[in-house]
């Protein structure tokens, strides 16, 4: 059983935190989110902490008390750090190119794909082969990333295409001839 919900999210000095009904909003240096929490999850703000407590053990209130906590951590961490993820691009002849706000792939299709870039994050392409991702909100920066990534996920056979910087893509033995 995870006690996720139970642990403390500290708060930094420049960083407010305010709940305005079941919407509540982080402020700091870098940003500020806002975020729709459940009424069910009781939530303290005190003085550089927020604490959630559950009225019962409902198995909903229950995955929604771990939920809510990491959520409001992430903002707390996303306002003060930010979020970050590198994809790359593993195949001959594929590229990528950023214009303006659209994210141009050569992929091996017939035709480029254009991807918008949302307004609340940051797109930097490095080489022709690296896409670096940033912003404030881990969802955002995420779905982001993996938007991208389904363009041409990574084929088991030779490796190509559009992983996450760490991720193995474990090769599989293809057909042998006689």
């Known amino acids: ?13 420049g960083v407010e935190v ?6 509540v909003t982080v402020k700091g240096p870098k940003g500020s989110l806002t975020r729709t929490f459940s009424d069910f999850i009781t939530m303290k703000i005190s003085d550089g ?24 951590n992430n903002m707390v961490e996303g306002v003060v750090n930010g979020f970050a993820k590198t994809l790359k691009l593993v195949g001959v002849g594929y590229r990528v190119q950023a214009k303006g706000k659209t994210l141009v792939l050569s992929v ?11 307004e609340t994050l940051e797109v930097k392409v490095p080489d022709n082969t690296t896409i670096n991702i940033s912003g404030i909100s ?21 490796g190509k295409g559009i992983r996450y910087e760490n991720e193995y893509v474990r090769i599989r033995e293809g ?4």
Do not use: C
């Open 1 to 13: 059983m995870s006690r996720i919900g139970y642990k403390t999210v500290n708060v930094p000095a």
């Open 138 to 158: 881990k969802q955002e920066v995420g779905d982001f990333a993996a938007e991208i990534r389904a363009v041409r996920s990574p084929e088991p056979y030779k």
């Open 49 to 72: 902490a927020v604490d959630f407590d559950r009225p019962d053990n409902n198995n909903k209130t229950r995955a929604l008390h771990g939920t809510q906590r990491a959520n409001l």
């Open 18 to 23: 305010k709940r305005d009904g079941d919407q």
């Open 108 to 118: 091996g299709y017939s035709n480029p794909v254009e991807m918008a870039i949302p």
């Open 175 to 178: 057909k042998t001839g006689k």
